[in-house]
């Protein structure tokens, strides 16, 4: 038999076919460890919160990739569930390698012997940054810059410290004190697990009783594979066992090429080195300039500002303003599900998203309001001397007025085509684990 005319990767590309199909290592699936199944009861326990009402899942709802399944900006919660929070509701869904914050990477991966974050804002000043591109993302990690961490503003490193958060926070579930969530705990159907795992006298320290419980939460997360399903078209597509539509072909390209999204650039498309599945963020900090977003309540003190790492909602950078305006890349896996985007919930779908990323410079009125001369206020996030911290270097956001937009109407089309492949529920593990023999 004749073997198949040589076709280039281009022309695979162009049919959709994945030219190098991949077999990558995810996370194993086994019955979720005693720790775990605890971890998941007190995920969805209402009876935590101060109002009874409210559990983490209320706010990071299975069904939308433990994200919002509401259209809200910020989520109302609290004690009396009328607390409006500062911040949009992100995804829990694929942080199980969320590296810890730092912005010197260690080589060692030794986090005691690391220097202090003061000592690492010094190494980066004396460090020119490195320009982000979609075709040599690696590049761009070895930047001196921040990285890591949890919560957009990366303030807490794990899952178990970070679970501390949200319960105490009065915007949040506003647990009254480590009295009442220990003695409900005490009471709980699920109490008996808690003397079974940690011995009788657990009820008598109630921090150490509360640390296991976040413990617990947090194995929940990390061993339970519906926080990290890889079961999207565009895992089955890198296994070689999906075809990609014309559109999301042509989103896949956009999305990786230089001269139009760049979007690879930050959310990195391509598996690791070591065989691991791509994530979609290089868990790096940029500040985009979204504009405001007056939906949140917080925001009608003019005088009050978000500046996600340097405050106020973390205080050990308060005076590295060279970091002001920054915020955590988002993973894009699932990010199609969602109906809030970015730290401040500003806009409410992709395209409201792609439009702002493509025209924010070219026609700024569009996004920001005028002051008072009647001058377009860009960034208007910020106060005005940190806007010269947003990211105009990096395409897409390199484009100056009078330039073409990074991409057309069509392209923006094509790049949520491709952006909707990244949605869960597409596979099988079982068709995921198969051998990529046959090409669809
Ligand atoms: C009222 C809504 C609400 C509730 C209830 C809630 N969270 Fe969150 N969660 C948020 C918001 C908002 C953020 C982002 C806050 C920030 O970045 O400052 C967040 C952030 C997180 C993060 C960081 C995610 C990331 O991508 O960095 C984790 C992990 C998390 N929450 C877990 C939990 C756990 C566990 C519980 C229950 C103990 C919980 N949350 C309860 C709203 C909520
Ligand atoms: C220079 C790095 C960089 C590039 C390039 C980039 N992004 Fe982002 N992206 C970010 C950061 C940082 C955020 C969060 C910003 C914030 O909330 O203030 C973000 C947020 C998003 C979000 C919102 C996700 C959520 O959960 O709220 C989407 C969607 C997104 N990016 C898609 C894209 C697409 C598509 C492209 C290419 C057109 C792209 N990005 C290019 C850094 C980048």
Redesign the pocket.
């Known amino acids: 038999m004749a073997s198949p005319a040589p076709s280039t990767d281009a022309a695979l590309l162009a049919q959709g076919l994945n030219p190098h199909p991949v077999h990558l290592t995810y996370p194993a699936i086994a019955p979720l460890s005693a720790m775990a199944r605890l971890g998941r009861k007190l995920?969805n326990d209402p009876e935590?919160?101060g109002s009874r009402r409210?559990?983490?899942a209320?706010?990071?709802d299975p069904a939308y990739a433990y994200g919002p399944s509401g259209a809200e900006s910020?989520?109302m919660?609290g004690g009396d569930m009328h607390t409006p929070?500062?911040?949009?509701?992100?995804?829990?869904g694929y942080?199980y390698r969320?590296p810890s914050f730092s912005i010197v990477p260690d080589p060692s991966g030794d986090n005691d012997a690391r220097a202090t974050l003061d000592q690492q804002v010094q190494q980066a000043a004396a460090h020119a940054r490195v320009l982000k591109i979609a075709s040599a993302p690696q590049a761009a990690s070895a930047n001196l810059v921040p990285q890591g961490g949890?919560?957009?503003?990366g303030r807490?490193n794990t899952?178990q410290q970070?679970?501390n958060g949200?319960?105490y926070n009065p915007?949040?579930?506003a647990a009254r004190g480590p009295a009442e969530v220990a003695t409900h705990l005490g009471q709980a159907a699920y109490a008996q697990a808690f003397r079974a795992l940690f011995g009788p006298s657990i009820f008598v320290n109630q921090v150490r009783l509360i640390d296991e419980a976040m413990f617990a939460?947090a194995r929940y997360?990390v061993e339970d594979s519906g926080f990290h399903r890889f079961t999207s078209k565009f895992d089955a597509w890198l296994a070689g066992r999906a075809r990609l539509t014309p559109a999301e072909a042509r989103g896949y390209l956009a999305f990786n090429d230089t001269k139009k999204g760049n979007c690879a650039a930050c959310h990195l498309d391509k598996p690791t080195r070591d065989g691991l599945p791509p994530l979609f963020t290089d868990y790096q900090y940029e500040a985009l300039g979204v504009p405001r977003n007056v939906a949140i309540p917080a925001n009608r003190d003019a005088a009050y500002y978000d500046l996600g790492l340097c405050g106020p909602?973390r205080a050990d950078l308060r005076h590295q303003t060279q970091y002001c305006g920054m915020f955590?890349t988002?993973s894009l896996r699932n990010t199609a599900t969602r109906k809030v985007y970015f730290?401040n919930g500003r806009f409410h779908s992709l395209d409201e998203v792609l439009d702002w990323y493509v025209n924010r410079d070219l026609v700024p009125e569009r996004f920001y309001p005028r002051n008072a001369a009647g001058a377009v206020v860009k960034y208007d996030d910020l106060p005005p001397q940190y806007r010269a911290n947003v990211d105009t270097t990096d395409a897409p956001f390199d484009r100056k007025p009078g330039d073409a937009p990074a991409l057309t109407r069509a392209d923006i089309h094509d790049v949520i085509a491709f952006l909707g492949t990244l949605n869960d529920g597409y596979a099988t593990k079982a068709t995921l684990a198969a051998a990529p023999d046959a090409r669809p």
Do not use: K, N
């Open positions: 995920f935590l919160s409210v559990s983490c209320t706010c990071h910020v989520v919660s929070g500062v911040r949009a509701v992100p995804s829990l942080l969320q949890l919560f957009w503003d807490a899952l970070q679970a949200p319960l915007a949040e579930m939460i997360q909602y955590l988002p730290h």
